[in-house]
């Protein structure tokens, strides 16, 4: 398992990156992002890999953050989505607007990748509404929480209601801290009521 390179880029295209590795030249498939993030370094960089082996084929997949890394992860778990197209989902779109994207059932952001479809793309956000990394998730409450006590109960009441009424944790987050920030005087059975207008527009 080849899970990190540290190297210096000597070419690269719109699709991969060649590091050399003492002597050794390793094609590294990357998305857009990291392409942009790395492709232009003069130094030694470190990139994070994951050795992807099929019948036909044994590839490197290059990541330049721990959080690109484990979406990739995810991306390849749900069935019918290969390394090829967890790449071009990773190039279309920014990783939050991938989480935001999931936890909100927006198929249309997720089919800009090319080669994916709805039926994909409903696939991947019904197999991974309820695997978003906590971390991409927590900074809506750093925007919006910072202001009391009171505040962040409130919010966390609502959330707490919607999600014991069986709706998605990760849906009811975005929605409720949004309506609260459009109108902060709101009341929690307001918020609520707001709120599942919203989630019954979404079912």
């Known amino acids: 398992m080849i899970s990190q390179l540290s190297g210096k880029i ?3 295209d719109d699709k991969s990156l060649i590091v050399d590795v003492n002597g050794v ?3 590294v498939f990357c998305s857009l992002q990291t392409l942009i993030d790395l492709k232009d370094s003069n130094e030694t960089i470190t990139i994070l890999t994951e050795f992807i082996v099929r019948e036909d084929s044994q590839s490197l997949y290059g990541f330049s953050g721990q959080l690109e890394k484990k979406w990739f992860n995810l991306l390849i778990s749900v069935q019918g989505v290969g390394a090829k197209a967890a790449i071009a989902i990773l190039s279309s779109i920014t990783i939050d607007e991938l989480g935001y994207a999931i936890s909100n059932s927006e198929k249309s952001t997720v089919t800009k990748a090319e080669g994916v479809g709805p039926k994909i793309a409903g696939r ?3 197999e991974l509404k309820d ?3 906590e971390s991409q998730i927590k900074p809506l409450f ?5 202001q009391n006590n009171k505040d962040k109960e409130l919010v966390e009441d609502a959330i707490s209601a919607l999600s014991n009424l069986g709706y ?3 849906n009811v987050k975005n929605i409720v801290i949004e ?3 459009d109108s902060k005087d709101i009341s929690l ?6 709120s599942l207008k919203k989630l019954g527009n979404k079912s």
């Open 10 to 12: 000597i070419s690269s």
């Open 25 to 27: 030249g390793y094609q």
């Open 124 to 126: 991947i956000i019904n």
């Open 131 to 133: 695997k978003i990394p």
């Open 142 to 146: 750093a925007n919006y929480m910072d």
């Open 168 to 170: 998605n944790k990760n």
């Open 179 to 181: 309506l609260y920030e």
């Open 189 to 194: 059975s307001e918020l609520i009521s707001k």
